[in-house]
């Protein structure tokens, strides 16, 4: 693991876990982060627990562990769940080292995590959550590693972005570097490119409606065309940030899916 991090440390006022990382990149530079992380109030060394991974969109934290914490729901799925401060679209930038985000949370994340805490090993206990961006993410990840994550949930993503409007918007020009690089972790190509791994059981879940209302439901269309399973619900209105009315049920959902012995 090319980083080193500090012991994890409970802020009380909050009940979350943080962490300082530092992460040692290729051509030499440093990237200080922090990773925050909740466990469940009857946490057991002993036990095996999945994780998921809390993919912030707009970069820094978000409030995203803050709004878990309040819903209990880390306690009523007795799952870990991780905030890396990360944020965006997390791909591997060909230019930037500094931007290989999806790097950064395989090689360093999930390996820091699995070491120190008590955790279902492989892709059965590696789960993602995101939501605009980083439901994008989410999706973009589990695709291009099917062995590495098993079940992703994404909530109101740009999901039906054509392949030319890697133009700068929303910072997804510096994340990716090139046109072909972002057609490579399109979620829609990515699909087509490779459905072999997700159609023997349903592993994707696909929500929203606001912002990106026609874009979820444009990508549940092209699953099922692929014969993909997965979970949908358009159903779900509410304003486009973290939000209890989506949190809630993408969560059910996403642990709700696969067969897990702890």
């Not at 994404?154 to 994340?175: C, I, K």
């Given at each position: ?22 992460w ?5 530079r ?13 946490y ?9 991974y ?30 890396p401060?990360?944020?965006?679209w ?19 994340v ?7 805490l ?22 973009s ?35 990716y ?7 490579r ?26 912002v990106w ?33 989506w949190v ?10 696969g067969?897990?012995k702890?």
């Amino acid at each position: 693991m090319n980083a080193s991090a500090d012991d994890f440390v409970l802020d009380q006022d909050r009940g979350i876990w943080t962490t300082n990382v530092t992460w040692h990149l290729p051509d030499g530079r440093q990237q200080l982060r922090q990773i925050e992380m909740l466990l469940p109030d009857t946490y057991q060394p002993d036990r095996r627990y999945r994780v998921v991974y809390v993919l912030s969109a707009n970069g820094g934290l978000d409030r995203c562990l803050e709004v878990i914490r309040q819903m209990r729901a880390h306690d009523r799925h007795q799952v870990i769940c991780v905030a890396p401060e990360l944020g965006g679209w997390y791909g591997n930038s060909l230019t930037d080292p500094g931007e290989r985000r999806a790097d950064y949370l395989m090689q360093v994340v999930v390996p820091l995590i699995e070491q120190r805490l008590s955790t279902v090993p492989g892709p059965e206990g590696r789960l993602l959550l995101g939501f605009s961006k980083s439901g994008w993410g989410a999706l973009s990840l589990i695709l291009l590693n099917p062995a590495v994550f098993g079940y992703a949930s994404s909530w109101d993503a740009p999901l039906s972005w054509s392949t030319e409007e890697m133009d700068g918007r929303f910072n997804s020009g510096r994340q990716y570097g090139s046109l072909e690089n972002y057609q490579r972790h399109h979620p829609v190509l990515a699909a087509r490119r490779d459905p072999e791994p997700f159609r023997h059981r349903a592993r994707l879940v696909v929500l929203g409606r606001s912002v990106w209302h026609q874009d979820n439901r444009f990508y549940h269309e092209v699953l099922t065309d692929l014969g993909i399973p997965h979970h949908f619900d358009d159903d779900l209105c509410f304003p486009h940030d973290w939000h209890p009315g989506w949190v809630g049920p993408a969560l059910e959902a996403l642990v709700g899916l696969g067969v897990c012995k702890q």
